[in-house]
């Protein structure tokens, strides 16, 4: 399976990233809908496509409204939304309110009422079923991460949260092949990130650390600051299996 990170930034997008969106096409999951969504055109089709939102902020839901020009020229499948009841509140009510954008797409949205793991059904020839694992994030409006299972693979996406949310997860995201998660600021931006609701990119190496995660990849990074040579040195230092994620970056998992 391979892992497009087709939007590696948060907050907005800059000349060098779009804010948060990727995919694994083979199983039809996509993690956020950020300005990127727009490059998923490469990727749906007519099966069934599950999209999880981890929260309503713009940098993590806008791309939900391009879905008519990606539909434009072919015919996609159904697209099943998944997030908290507020996160989905918020993308129905105020994101598609009459004055923002009043055509809503024929999305199927579902909402994540707890925290028990659950299993979806991909309807897609040759998958199995996908576990899904839910947690709750430290983020101001409420957020939630993910861990995923299928296909004898494992894949955590945690952003946006506080590295003292991180007990809340820990478990739930042991030993995952795959670790996606956020790093928005820079090492010595300690203060700030816990104020606003984020991780430095030592303190995300610590999370990967303490998960035993095999592989760590880091996105919704700062469009403003960004990391210096010393501190992408230092955290392969930290944690060697590292990639600071970059648009279009594929990672086969």
């Not at 069934?48 to 806008?62: G, Q």
């Not at 994101?95 to 309807?123: A, D, Q, R």
């Not at 995923?148 to 092949?177: C, H, P, W």
Request: glycine share 8%.
């Amino acid at each position: 399976m391979q892992l497009h990170i087709l939007g590696s930034g948060g907050y907005h997008p800059s000349s060098k990233r779009h804010t948060l969106c990727s995919v694994i096409p083979e199983v039809g999951l996509i993690l956020d809908a950020g300005t990127a969504f727009f490059r998923l055109d490469r990727f749906l089709d007519e099966r069934p496509w599950n999209i999880f939102l981890t929260h309503a902020h713009l940098d993590h839901v806008i791309g939900l409204t391009y879905y008519w020009g990606l539909t434009q020229q072919r015919d996609v499948g159904p697209i099943t939304v998944w997030g908290s009841e507020n996160t989905l509140w918020a993308v129905k009510e105020l994101l598609f309110s009459e004055p923002l954008f009043p055509k809503m797409p024929p999305y199927h949205f579902v909402p994540i009422t707890s925290h028990e793991s659950f299993c979806i059904n991909l309807e897609r020839e040759g998958c199995d079923p996908m576990s899904v694992v839910p947690v709750p994030l430290s983020h101001p409006g409420g957020a939630l991460g993910y861990r995923f299972d299928i296909a004898g693979r494992s894949i955590a996406y945690i952003t946006d949260t506080t590295l003292e949310a991180a007990s809340a997860y820990l478990k739930v995201i042991q030993n995952v092949d795959v670790l996606i998660h956020e790093a928005f600021y820079p090492g010595g931006y300690e203060e700030m990130a816990q104020r606003t609701g984020h991780v430095t990119i030592r303190q995300a190496a610590q999370v990967a650390q303490s998960a035993g995660a095999k592989r760590l990849i880091i996105v919704h990074v700062n469009p403003v600051i960004d990391f210096n040579q010393d501190q992408r040195e230092g955290i392969a230092a930290t944690f060697p299996e590292v990639i600071i994620a970059s648009d279009n970056l594929v990672v086969e998992i």
